[in-house]
DNA sequence: AAAAAAC
């Protein structure tokens, strides 16, 4: 939804407005529901070109207004072109968006439906890991608009549950993602069943050769649209770096969401069980958190998303599976428990914050082995991303003896102890112990004891020793790996397990 | 080296 927020394009266009496209009544009053006055710049640009029928290739990340920029004039010109003698129970599918994720495809349809709510166009979205059945049911029921991943509509279309002989406008959202999660052949099977005259639109964040290959090859005379540089970080985005011991990554990250107070992060975990684990431990000290990645069920997926933007809960921890497309509204900051691989992906995942205008903050951990991932990501960027120090950061001990509470950074937040009401899963029983003598502070208690590690006894760590910065790292401008080095010395003699 | 997506 916060596709559509106007703050961008209010700054820079004030004076336009929804209704200055011409569209439809019914549209312009589904978006004053919503209060969307003014489009953003991608919307301002698409819309008209797509009016005209021309074919687009629009080079934008989510969270500049994508979605509506296609979906608004898609909707315009199935009413305009409207068969009016078409009988109700015959909706054959006349545009087809599809997207990379699950997760998107349902984002989609969500804005799809809003935006079509006063039409009688009706639209449906369709993606795999659920049940079939509901979704044929929609389909043979016929509908106009349909969202999708490749997977399932191939399969659709193999049972005969939905033709696409009528296909006036296909999108593909994210174009970049699917080509690299090898969504080509599939691609192509679809696009093969679509009539030869239609209008393409092709949505990517990225401007890699691979993209402009397929466009070639999908688009005719193609309108270029780009509004945000490509592979550049949004400028409002705060980007700071922290070099750690790598098994201290999971509890800076939930000092930095102690510390901050976040009450909307994403934190995403380069693998599925990392984020697991990395869930289950946040949700042991109290913080209400959910994972998100492949290996959970759809329902789980789904349940998790909802539960986040309800503000259930507090953290996703999530793999790149919501790197690209979740449009989150708002959300003040993102967390990297790891380093991604793939540089292109930190971008992706650091565009979930900062969206449509609004300043946003993106921390990384790292270690050590991860310098060369760091220096890939900047010279991407083409920037060199802030060290941070971990100012106030306290390990506490892990044994019994560890003091704990009163000079915690966040001591004096004693209700997150409540928090743990809703506590460990029922496997994880006999950590409710702590949890049940009442509040507790920051990095206290309730570890699982299978951790043998030795108690830490670490001294907050003091901002004085941060002065000079350029001597560790000469020639690349990249700060020194202090707060590793500060921490790596508070912990003494401890064996290093790391690499 | 890992993630996503059809059954």
Known sequence: MSETSNTAAAAVEPSVTFADFGLAPEILRALSDQGYVHPTPIQAQAIPVVL????????????????????????????????????????????????????????VADNVKAYAQHTPLRSTV????????????ILKGGVEIVIATPGRLLDHIEQKNVSLAQVQMLVMDEADRMLDMGFLPDLQRIINLLPKKRQNLMFSATFSPEIKKLANSFLQQPVLIEVAR????????????????????RDVVEFLIRQRELKQVIVFSNTKIGASRLSRHLEQTGIKASAIHGDKTQQERMAALDAFKRGDIEVL??????????????????????????????????????????SGDALSVYSDKDERLLADIEKLIKQSITRGELNGFVVRGRGRDAERGERGPRSERGERGERSERGPRRSDGERNERSERGPRSYGAGALPRREKVDPWFLKPYEPSNSAPRQDSNPGTGAAPAKPKQKIAALLGGLPKQAQ
């Open 52 to 107: 005209q029928g021309r074919d687009v290739m629009g080079a934008a990340q989510t969270g500049t207004g994508k979605t509506a920029g296609f979906s608004l004039p898609i909707i315009q010109l199935l009413l305009a072109h409207a068969n009016s003698s078409m009988s109700p129970a015959r909706h054959p599918v006349r545009a087809l968006v599809l997207t990379p994720t699950r997760e998107l495809a349902v984002q």
């Open 126 to 137: 369709v993606f795999g890991g659920m049940d079939m059945k509901g979704q044929t049911t």
């Open 230 to 249: 490509s592979n550049a970080t949004a400028d409002k985005v705060t980007q700071i770096v922290y070099k750690v011991e790598d098994e201290q990554k």
């Open 317 to 358: 921890v999530a793999t790149d599976v919501a790197a690209r497309g979740l449009d989150i509204s708002d959300l003040p900051c993102v967390i990297n428990f790891d380093l991604p691989y793939n540089a292109e992906d930190y971008v992706h995942r650091i565009g979930r914050t900062g969206r449509a205008g609004a």
